[in-house]
């Protein structure tokens, strides 16, 4: 059975998620939750968590340490863009501060500077395609007037769709003992964002190049290419099975993470597949391609 922090101490509440979507009216409709055929704790992919699920059956066709809850890096992100599509203009113009620089050394940035403007559209596919965590900062100040203004959007927005067993601290995913969730959820938060036809568009794209302001308002050119390794042809996918795109993620803390959308040509079905805590980033992408197959 999960766990799901009590967000208004520091203890843990044990949540059965199958339950609680049982007692919502019309929840468990559109989501995967018939866990009748699906494997928790095999051993079959190397990664320490993961599942894979089949959309149009809305079955859970495979998982391991399902509700167990992890670090999980960068896939974040995709909470960061559901909220900002949801209460956010996509024309707005928004604003780098001083607080979208406060990151760790090394963390994975696009060259933004204080002063910089673009409109959120850009920042959100500078965010997703090469997993920016200066632009999810900037995203987060101007959709929630602060940083934790957002965070707390991102927490109440996972509790709305039944990810009870997930809490965030920040918008990007770098590394905090309290930033947690679980493959269960981080499917559900996925499933949600994939409503958005934006959210579709930026995580399909190979690169992305686009022209901002800089603090004099110049025009400053920004071209990123994504993190994906499906879309470089590191990694061969077999038959009929189409990557549509996702989230990688990579901290010392959470491993290598990867949540992707997949299609199979050959019977129209759509996969959401989620791997956390792999050995290494070719691991992921294998076990990924291993779930797809079983």
Do not use: W
Request: aromatic share 8%.
């Amino acid at each position: 059975m999960p766990f799901a922090r009590n967000l208004s101490s520091t203890s843990y509440t044990m949540i059965n998620t199958a339950e609680v979507s049982a007692t919502l009216p019309g929840y468990s409709e559109n989501i995967c939750v018939d866990f009748d055929d699906y494997t928790l704790g095999d051993a079959f992919i190397e990664a320490e968590a993961g599942g894979v699920f089949d959309l149009t059956d809305k079955k859970v066709l495979y998982g391991k340490n399902l509700f167990t809850s992890m670090n999980p890096a960068s896939t974040t992100k995709i909470m960061t863009a559901l909220v900002a599509l949801k209460y956010g203009n996509l024309s707005d113009r928004v604003l780098v501060t001083e607080n979208a620089m406060v990151l760790e050394r090394d963390a994975q940035t696009a060259g933004l500077r204080v002063g910089d403007t673009m409109t959120l559209e850009q920042a959100l596919n500078i965010m997703i395609v090469c997993s920016a965590n200066d632009a999810a900062l900037a995203v987060a100040e101007h959709v929630g007037g602060s940083v934790q203004g957002f965070v707390d959007l991102m927490n109440a927005e996972a509790l709305r769709i039944g990810a009870t067993n997930t809490h965030f601290t920040n918008p990007h995913g770098l590394t905090d003992e309290l930033h947690k969730t679980t493959p269960y959820d981080l499917y559900l938060i996925f499933n949600e964002a994939l409503k958005y036809d934006e959210f579709r568009t930026i995580i399909s794209q190979v690169a992305y190049t686009t022209s901002i302001n800089d603090a004099n308002g110049n025009v400053k050119d920004i071209s990123v290419e994504s993190t994906n390794l499906f879309f470089k042809g590191a990694f061969e996918v077999p038959g009929t099975l189409n990557i549509i795109g996702g989230k990688t993620g990579t901290t010392a803390a959470a491993g290598s993470c990867l949540v992707m959308y997949a299609k199979d040509s050959s019977t129209n079905k759509e996969y959401i597949t989620v791997v956390l805590k792999a050995p290494d980033r070719d691991t992921s992408y294998q076990d990924t391609l291993l779930m797809l197959t079983l």
